[in-house]
């Protein structure tokens, strides 16, 4: 999966100089990022291209570019382009599509806490997901449609968008059943280059053969600082060597988070998010 072009944009100094200025981080934006906002604003309108509807998504745009208004015009008209025609939702919409996977294959998104950088974490149970299993372009799009929810769900206020969101997949087991790349490239498409998001980590635990071939195929179209986020790993080292808790972590991977469940909580960011919408202004 993809994310911005830095891998660091100075997350914690900004959170820190803002708290430390009695400021709520989670809608406040720094001097620096509210100029990148307000130049990538203009560089829009000087191309033409439709705006963002919010300034906090203005802003997230403008924090993932780091104030490349070139990139940040590209990656909005990409978005522009591929995202808002397929996968533009309500508030209520947004809700109800949250939990599709989970019904699909059961149990494929347990319930996790907070990484070890502060920001958001998703993991993943490869074992259930059986993509062949979709049935009609119907179920694709509900597909892609909880994709795009998880980024919006990590990237609920300010803080989030700067820290980035941490993906673990439990891939012990896995068989070529549970991949597919069509999805993949589809996926790729939304995320590499349209979607905003940063990625802070994305553990691969107790991969086998068959997960490192196909990161191999995935490093075909996936941009290399992408592929640098992916760290294959043993269950014990999450804990032991990269600081994640126990108490973060599902039973699937050791750990002892048990609630909220996963739709409790994307619903919340959901509904988060759309405070961080009228709190974020220029």
């Given at each position: 999966?993809?994310t ?35 130049d ?18 203005l ?22 382009a ?5 996968y533009s ?23 996790c806490g ?46 989030e ?6 993906l673990?997949?439990?891939?012990k ?13 589809r ?19 107790n991969?086998?053969p ?73």
């Amino acid at each position: 999966m993809a994310t911005d072009d830095d891998a660091d944009f100075g997350s914690e100094t900004a959170i820190s100089e803002l708290k430390a200025a009695g400021k709520d981080s989670r809608w406040t934006l720094t001097d620096q990022e509210a100029a990148w906002a307000k130049d990538l604003k203009q560089a829009l309108e000087e191309a033409g291209v439709e705006p963002p509807a919010t300034d906090f998504e203005l802003a997230h745009f403008a924090i993932i570019s780091k104030g490349n208004a070139k990139k940040g015009v590209k990656r909005i008209s990409n978005y522009n382009a591929l995202v808002k025609p397929e996968y533009s939702y309500t508030q209520e919409e947004g809700l109800k599509a949250v939990g599709f996977m989970n019904s699909k294959w059961p149990g494929c998104i347990p319930t996790c806490g907070k990484a070890p950088s502060g920001g958001p974490m998703l993991c993943f149970d490869i074992i259930p997901y059986v993509p062949s299993q979709l049935e009609g372009e119907a179920e694709w799009k509900q597909m892609m449609l909880e994709l795009v929810l998880f980024f919006h769900c990590c990237s609920s206020d300010l803080d989030e968008c700067r820290i980035g969101m941490t993906l673990i997949t439990q891939c012990k087991g896995m068989g070529w059943s549970n991949f597919s790349l069509e999805l993949e490239k589809r996926a790729a498409v939304l995320y590499q280059d349209a979607i905003p998001c940063r990625f802070a980590g994305m553990p691969c635990v107790n991969a086998g053969p068959i997960l490192r071939a196909c990161l191999k195929l995935c490093k075909l179209f996936l941009k290399q600082k992408i592929a640098d986020r992916v760290l294959i790993c043993r269950q014990d080292d999450l804990v032991g060597k990269y600081g994640y808790s126990p108490d973060s972590l599902p039973p699937l991977l050791g750990g002892t988070c048990a609630k909220p469940t996963y739709e409790e909580w994307a619903r919340a960011q959901l509904a988060a998010r759309e405070v961080s919408k009228q709190k974020v202004v220029l």
